[in-house]
C-alpha cells in the first residue's frame, strides 16, 4: 500500500506546466493528500482561475498516484485557501534563480498602485531595489513586468495573490 | 434562484471577457495588448468558476452553460455587450464595470452560501490587478474629454450591472447620481453576433471531446 509520504515525494517531481523550474509542490497549489486503501485522494487549489494549465495539471497529478498503483481522485477546491505565500522557500529561491522575482507577501489589505509604484521590489539579476513598474501584466496572470534601472533589465515579478 | 443568481454574474463576466480579448493585437500600446488579455484570460476563468457552480445545481457542465444556451438564455448586463468602442469608451466601461462588480464581490463574500463566499474571496483577490488597471487609466485620462463624456454615456449601463440595492454604493463611488438604469433583459443585435462567433466551434462538433 502506497503511504502519503511516498504521495508528496512523487508528487514533488510534478514540474509547474509554464514555470517547470518548480514544481506543483513547491507552489503549494497541493492543499492535503488522504490515503485510504488503494484510494488517494488530493486536494487542489488553482492559483488563478483562469490558469489555462488546470486541466493539465489535474491529469499530471492522476497520472503520478495511477504510476504509484494507486486509484487517483483529484478535487479542485476554488475558494481563497492558496495564496503566493504557499509558495516554499526552495521553489521562492528556484524562481529567483531562474529570473523571476518571488511574490512580495500578502498583506493585510489589497494591493494598492502606490505599493507596486514603490521600491519594494527587488531585481532577480542583480539584487538592487531601484526597480519600476512596466505592467501590472505579464506573459500569464500571475505576472507582472518590472524594470530595474540599476542593471537595465526588464524581469518578471510574481504577483502577490 | 442561486443559479439564476450566478449566472448572471457568470454570463457578465464571460462576455466581458470576449469584448477585452478583441484588443488583443491592436489596443494602442504592446503593453495594453498584455494587460487586455490578461484580463480578458481571468473573467473567463471567472466565468468557468461560477457556471461550475451553477452547473452543479442544474445537473449541468460549464461549457454547456457558457456556449449551449440560445442568445435569449443569457443575462448578461448591456454594459458588457457592447461592441467596437475606441479606447475612451473601453477604459470607461473597465473603469465602470470594476467599479460595480467590486460592490458585488463584497456582497458575495459575506453570503452564507461557503462555496460561494470562497470563490468570491479568490475572484476579488485577482480582480485587485484589474482595478489598479482600471485606477490607472482614469487617472490617466480624467482629464480629458472624451474619456468624461464616455464615463457619463455609459453610466446607466453600469447601473444595470447591479441589484437596484446595491446602486448608491457605486454611485457614490464614482461620484455619480443614480440615474435610471440600463437593465438585463433584451439583448442588442452585436450580442447575436457575438454569441454567433463564440458558439461556432462548440457548433461545428457537438460532443466532441477535445
Not at chain 1, 517531481?13 to 509542490?25: G, M, Q, R, T, W
Not at chain 2, 457552480?53 to 444556451?69: H, N, Y
Request: proline share 5%.
Amino acid at each position: 500500500m502506497v503511504t502519503t509520504d511516498a504521495v508528496w515525494a512523487a508528487l514533488g517531481e510534478i514540474p509547474d506546466p509554464e514555470i517547470p523550474v518548480v514544481s506543483l509542490v513547491d507552489l503549494g497549489v497541493i492543499r492535503d493528500v488522504r490515503v485510504d486503501g488503494e484510494r488517494v485522494e488530493i486536494d487542489f487549489t488553482p492559483t488563478f482561475l483562469g490558469c489555462p494549465a488546470l486541466e493539465v495539471m489535474k491529469r499530471a497529478l492522476e497520472e503520478k498516484v495511477s504510476e504509484l498503483g494507486a486509484e487517483p481522485a483529484v478535487h479542485v477546491i476554488q475558494d481563497d485557501s492558496w495564496s503566493t505565500d504557499r509558495i516554499s522557500s526552495a521553489g521562492r529561491e528556484k524562481l529567483r534563480a531562474a529570473g523571476f522575482a518571488p511574490p512580495a507577501p500578502r498583506a493585510a489589505g489589497a494591493t494598492t498602485l502606490v505599493q507596486l509604484q514603490s521600491n519594494a521590489f527587488r531585481c532577480p539579476y542583480c539584487g538592487s531595489t531601484e526597480t519600476r513598474l512596466e505592467n501590472i501584466f505579464g506573459p500569464t496572470p500571475c505576472r507582472s513586468i518590472r524594470y530595474c534601472t540599476s542593471c537595465r533589465q526588464p524581469f518578471e515579478q510574481f504577483k502577490t495573490i | 434562484m442561486r443559479a439564476n443568481a450566478l449566472l448572471a454574474i457568470a454570463d457578465d463576466e464571460l462576455i466581458l471577457g470576449w469584448r477585452d480579448s478583441e484588443w488583443t493585437g491592436i489596443a494602442p500600446t504592446l503593453e495594453e495588448d498584455v494587460a487586455f488579455s490578461s484580463i480578458a484570460q481571468n473573467e473567463i476563468g471567472h466565468a468557468r468558476a461560477l457556471y461550475a457552480l451553477a452547473a452543479a445545481e442544474l445537473g449541468s457542465d460549464a461549457d454547456a452553460l457558457a456556449f449551449d444556451r440560445e442568445p435569449d438564455e443569457y443575462r448578461c448586463a448591456p454594459l458588457v455587450e457592447l461592441h467596437l468602442l475606441d479606447w475612451a469608451h473601453t477604459i470607461a466601461r473597465r473603469y465602470l464595470y470594476e467599479e460595480a462588480d467590486r460592490v458585488r464581490v463584497a456582497a458575495l463574500k459575506q453570503d452564507e452560501d461557503a462555496e460561494l463566499a470562497g470563490l468570491a474571496a479568490k475572484i476579488d483577490r485577482e480582480e485587485t490587478y484589474h482595478r489598479l488597471h482600471a485606477e490607472m487609466w482614469a487617472a490617466r485620462l480624467s482629464g480629458e474629454p472624451r474619456f468624461r463624456d464616455a464615463v457619463e454615456e455609459l453610466w446607466p449601463y453600469a447601473l444595470g450591472v447591479l441589484a437596484p440595492e446595491q446602486r448608491d454604493e457605486l454611485a457614490r463611488r464614482v461620484g455619480l447620481d443614480v440615474v435610471d438604469a440600463r437593465e438585463r433583459g433584451e439583448h442588442s443585435e452585436e450580442f447575436a453576433a457575438l454569441h454567433d462567433e463564440m458558439t461556432e466551434v462548440r457548433r461545428s462538433a457537438p460532443g466532441a471531446q477535445w
